[in-house]
């Protein structure tokens, strides 16, 4: 089992900054992916971004230029900077990992973007 710890949500103004971490931890052999969704009140969960064990990252279309994914692989901790925050980015964001195959979600953070 991998346990996934978020941390880094919370309230910012229209224009602020946020960065989202997540760790991974437990039984641990290779993580292949790893990345964050979001879902927003009576919306379906959706992608935001998504990294590789081989550094390659992939974004949602509508996020890129304004969101930022990253890794550091030896603490198995994957960041998202997310920059220019808009209202319609309030959303609770989830962190997903792929460890040898499985897929694993965070319990999720709530980033609310208001003023």
């Known amino acids: 089992q991998v346990q996934l710890v978020e941390s880094g949500g919370g309230l910012v103004q229209p224009g602020g900054s946020l960065r989202l971490s997540c760790a991974a931890s437990?039984?641990?052999?290779?993580?292949?992916?790893m990345g964050w969704y979001r879902q927003a009140p009576g919306n379906q969960r959706e992608l935001v971004a998504l990294i590789t064990s081989g550094g390659s990252t992939s974004y949602a279309d509508s996020l890129k230029g304004r969101f930022t994914i990253s890794r550091d692989t030896a603490k198995n901790t994957v960041y998202l900077q997310m920059n220019r925050l808009k209202p319609e980015d309030t959303a609770v964001h989830y962190c997903y990992v792929v460890e040898s195959r499985r897929a694993y979600w965070g319990q999720g953070t709530q980033v609310t973007v208001s003023s």
């Open positions: 437990g039984s641990i052999f290779r993580i292949d992916v």
